[in-house]
C-alpha cells in the first residue's frame, strides 16, 4: 500500500541496493538497450512484458491510471482464475553465459508473484514447439517490493530465456548477467577489433567516482544519445583526477582509440590520457590498485565539447599486448564512449 496522503504524481523510486559480485562484475545481457528483447508471454494485462528489461530501477508513480487500471513500471498480469501459470521469453541481447540474475519485485507489494523459474535454451532463430528447454532454476519463492540476487553456475551458452511466474503478479525489472560468448579462435589476427565493447567482452573494472554518470556506458555502441548516456563525475574540489579501469574482451597490441565527449559541453574533461598493461587473472580490487603503477598508454591528451577524439600510432606507446586499460580524465568531466581497438594477441 502506498501511503493515502502523498499527492498524485509522487514519484517513488527503488531503493539503491548493494549488488553481489555476479552482478557488478557481469553486465545484464536482458537490459533492452543493448538488444534484448520479450517474444512472448502469456499475458500482461496490467504492465508489458517489456518494460521489466528496462535499464535503472523502477518507479510507482501516485494516481497514475491507464485503461487497465494502476499503470505499473513493469511486467505485471491479470489475475488468473483458471490455473497454470504466466510466463515470458526473453531474447538476450547476445549468446552468453549466465551467472545469475535479479527478479525484482520493486513496488509490487500485494500483486507481487509467489515465486518464480527460469529456463533456458540456445537456438540460432526464435524459440518454437520444438525447442529443448533447460532448466537452470527450479521454483524459488519472492517476496514482496524485494530484489532477489540469485548466483548461476552452469558454463552453458545461452540464447533466450524463459521466465516464469507462479502462479500470476508482476515484475519490476527482470536482470540476467552473464558474460557474452565470443569465438576468438575464429577471428582473425590481422585485423583490429574493437575488444573494449560489451559485445565483446569488454567490463569496468572500477572507477574513481559516477556522481552523475553510468561508467559500463562508456563501452556501448553508437553515440551517446544525452548528457545522461556516458560517465560523468562530480566536480572534483581537490587535487588529482578522476578515471575508470576497463578490462578489454580479449589481449591486443593497441593500434586506435577513440573518446568521444559527445553531448558533453561545459563539463568534458580537460585532457585525457591511458595507461595499459597485461594482468594476470585477479580480484578486481588488486587490479585497480595495480593500475596506479602502469606504464602510459597515450600521454595527456587535450580534448574538445561534443566531439569524438581519433588517436593512432602517432599518439600511443609501443606497450605489446595489453588486457586492461586505465581511462584517466583531468581533472574531471564526462565521457560518453571509450573505444579501444587492436590486435588479438595469444590466439
Aim: glycine share 10%; charged share 20%; net charge negative.
Amino acid at each position: 500500500m502506498v501511503a493515502p496522503h502523498l499527492p498524485d504524481g509522487t514519484v517513488l523510486q527503488s531503493p539503491v541496493v548493494e549488488l553481489p559480485a555476479f552482478a557488478a562484475r557481469y553486465i545484464n545481457l536482458a537490459a533492452g538497450d543493448l538488444g534484448a528483447k520479450v517474444l512472448k508471454c502469456s499475458d500482461e494485462f496490467f504492465g508489458e512484458a517489456r518494460r521489466m528489461l528496462a535499464t535503472g530501477g523502477s518507479v510507482f508513480i501516485v494516481g497514475k491510471f491507464d485503461d487497465h487500471g494502476k499503470w505499473v513500471d513493469g511486467w505485471e498480469t491479470q489475475r488468473r482464475r483458471h490455473g497454470g501459470h504466466d510466463y515470458a521469453v526473453v531474447q538476450l541481447a547476445w549468446p552468453g553465459v549466465i551467472k545469475g540474475i535479479d527478479i525484482d519485485t520493486s513496488h509490487f507489494t500485494g500483486n507481487y508473484p509467489q515465486a518464480a523459474s527460469l529456463e533456458a535454451c540456445f537456438c540460432e532463430g526464435e524459440p518454437d514447439e520444438h525447442t529443448q528447454w533447460v532448466s537452470l532454476l527450479p521454483a524459488q519463492a519472492l517476496s514482496a517490493s524485494a530484489h532477489h540476487f540469485i548466483p548461476l553456475d552452469d558454463a552453458r551458452v545461452w540464447s533466450h530465456v524463459r521466465l516464469n511466474i507462479y502462479p500470476d503478479g508482476g515484475v519490476a525489472r527482470f536482470r540476467v548477467y552473464g558474460q557474452p560468448a565470443c569465438d576468438w579462435q575464429s577471428m582473425s589476427t590481422q585485423t583490429l577489433h574493437e575488444v573494449s565493447s560489451l559485445r565483446l567482452g569488454g567490463r569496468i573494472v572500477g572507477y574513481s567516482d559516477a556522481h552523475f554518470g553510468v561508467p559500463s556506458r562508456l563501452l556501448m555502441s553508437g553515440r551517446g544519445v544525452n548528457m545522461g548516456d556516458g560517465w560523468e563525475t562530480r566536480r572534483r574540489r581537490e587535487p588529482g583526477f578522476d578515471w575508470c579501469v576497463i578490462e578489454l574482451g580479449h589481449a591486443v597490441t593497441v593500434e586506435k582509440i577513440e573518446i568521444d565527449t559527445a553531448h558533453f559541453k561545459g563539463n568534458y574533461p580537460a585532457q585525457v590520457s591511458l595507461q595499459a598493461a597485461q594482468v594476470s587473472p585477479s580480484t578486481d580490487a588488486s587490479v585497480i590498485t595495480q593500475a596506479m603503477f602502469w606504464p602510459e598508454l597515450m600521454r595527456p591528451q587535450a580534448t574538445q565539447m561534443h566531439k569524438q577524439h581519433f588517436f593512432e600510432a602517432e599518439q600511443l606507446q609501443t606497450l605489446g599486448p595489453v588486457t586492461h586499460v586505465r581511462v584517466n580524465m583531468y581533472p574531471d568531466g564526462g565521457i560518453s564512449r571509450v573505444r579501444i581497438w587492436g590486435r588479438l594477441a595469444g590466439v
